[in-house]
């Protein structure tokens, strides 16, 4: 089964250009907007310092750092395992659900540690690069460059080893879940 997922934004920035600071109204550093797939399963993320939300789903925060993942109406149960769902920091690449050496930060969050609602609370450090595991990826500890240029191709973004980077959520060890994407959602992060 072919795996697709619903993409929604989220911007940490070093900084928030002057035009960007007149578009978007600040809230407090607790403030994140939830982002829902077609499923229902629900993925916040509020940062470290002061937030802004353009009420759309995006959230723009500050540069490296830890940023707080909450979620809710996850399923965590695929194939009636119970495994729960990995919440990870990096891009989302072919072999992203089976390769763990693409992610800067990764949090297992057990079936059995959600709420009664499919919720729970974890935390990721996200930065801007970082040098990816070289055990896991094959490659030789290629740095992971966040710093997707949105105006160049996905493979002329590669060429620079530049990559879209995502807060992410998907079913945890390996297990696909039915359908595939109940426990994934994905916030793109710009720098």
Not at 98 to 127: C, D, I, M, P, R
Not at 133 to 160: I, S
Not at 163 to 182: I, K, M, R, W
Request: hydrophobic share 40%.
């Amino acid at each position: 089964m072919a795996r697709t997922m619903r993409t929604f934004g989220v911007t940490l920035a070093a900084g928030v250009a002057a035009v960007g600071l007149a578009v978007l109204p600040a809230v407090s550093a607790s403030a994140a907007t939830a982002v829902t797939n077609d499923f229902g399963a629900s993925l916040s993320v509020s940062g470290p310092a002061s937030v802004i939300t353009d009420g759309s789903g995006a959230v723009n925060g500050v540069a490296n750092g830890t940023v707080t993942v909450t979620g809710d109406g996850f399923d965590g149960n695929a194939q009636g395992r119970g495994f729960g769902v990995y919440v990870v920091y990096g891009p989302k690449e072919a072999d992203y659900f089976t390769n763990s050496g693409w992610f800067g930060s990764a949090q297992w969050v057990s079936k059995s540690a959600f709420t009664a609602s499919g919720g729970f609370t974890t935390t990721l450090n996200v930065a801007k690069s970082y040098t990816a595991d070289p055990h896991h990826t094959g490659d030789a500890a290629a740095t992971v460059n966040c710093d997707y240029d949105a105006t160049k191709t996905k493979a002329a973004n590669t060429a620079l080893g530049q990559y879209q980077c995502f807060v992410q959520t998907f079913s945890a060890h390996g297990v696909a879940n039915d359908p595939a994407e109940l426990d994934e959602v994905q916030v793109p992060v710009n720098w």
